[in-house]
């Protein structure tokens, strides 16, 4: 008896099936879409028959900055009341590559626009995730100094300093306890280490014998409780292959990517 009901039910299914694929692919999207309280899209998608034929009251846009207009129009088709453009206008604009329409502003957002005939965005003033080294620039340059360090920013403790002592220091020294500092940039240019054409691509192994140098530093300082990871980033091949390398030499080559 189970066996046949298991055999009834997958009759049943096989029958489901084949009356899904006979349908109007079309006609259940929309069936479906129209039971959604939340859609999920690209832009490009949004200017689907499927979903443009849809009532959308209110459509937010995240990265709007690195849309161009045209491109958001698209998704204004669903008989929008409330539109929410979510972006950073002095970050990466949209990818036009035609000088010609760059010059006639074809890659503007339509948050730009607006914000150029004078409707105001609210700024998110204060971030939670750099160290404010890091921060500096960025804000002076692009947000005139408007952007605040999170608490939760100055308070965090470095990778290996030890928690009551961290909890003694100054809120202003607090996020300057780590060694090497949130950034440091090494200047190799006259150190005379060699690039070495493997194949199409290129290394550098004296770079290499540095980083792999910090690393070690860096790790033996870190408390092994720490849940700490590395990421490395090179833009050939050869040298990428030569870390790893080098890297099965290190204690923890786990905990970098």
């Known amino acids: 008896k189970a066996m046949t009901a298991v055999l009834d039910a997958h009759e049943k299914l096989l ?3 084949a009356a899904v694929r006979g ?6 999207k929309a069936a479906l879409l129209r039971r959604c309280v939340l859609v999920f899209c690209t832009i490009t998608v949004a200017g689907r028959k499927a ?4 009532q959308f009251p209110t459509l937010l846009i995240d990265e709007a900055c690195q849309a161009c207009e045209a491109e958001t129009v698209i998704a204004l088709r669903s008989s929008v009341q409330r539109l929410f453009l979510v972006g950073d206008p002095r970050q990466l604009p949209a990818t036009v ?3 010609a329409a760059k010059q006639a502003f074809y890659g503007r957002s339509m948050f730009e626009r607006l914000e150029s005939i004078g409707v105001c965005p609210l700024l998110l003033e204060e971030q939670y995730r750099m160290d404010p080294p890091i921060l500096c620039w960025s804000n002076e340059s692009f947000y005139g100094g408007r952007i605040l360090n999170a608490e939760a920013v100055l308070t965090r403790p470095r990778d290996w300093m030890d928690q009551a002592a961290f909890a003694q220091l100054p809120l202003e020294e607090k996020w300057n306890q780590h060694s090497l500092g949130p950034f440091r940039l090494f200047d190799s240019s006259r150190e005379g280490w060699r690039e070495e054409k493997v194949g199409h691509s290129l290394r550098n192994e004296g770079e290499a014998n540095f ?4 690393l070690k530093i860096y790790f033996a300082r870190c408390r092994p409780s720490d849940a700490i990871t590395v990421g490395i980033i090179t833009p050939y091949r050869a040298q990428l292959e030569l870390f790893n390398e080098l890297l099965e030499r290190v204690d923890c080559p786990e905990r970098i990517r």
């Open 51 to 54: 979903i443009a034929d849809q």
């Open 211 to 214: 980083l792999i140098k910090i």
């Open 23 to 28: 349908a109007d692919s079309s006609a259940m």
């Open 97 to 99: 590559a035609s000088p």
């Open 15 to 17: 029958q489901a099936a």
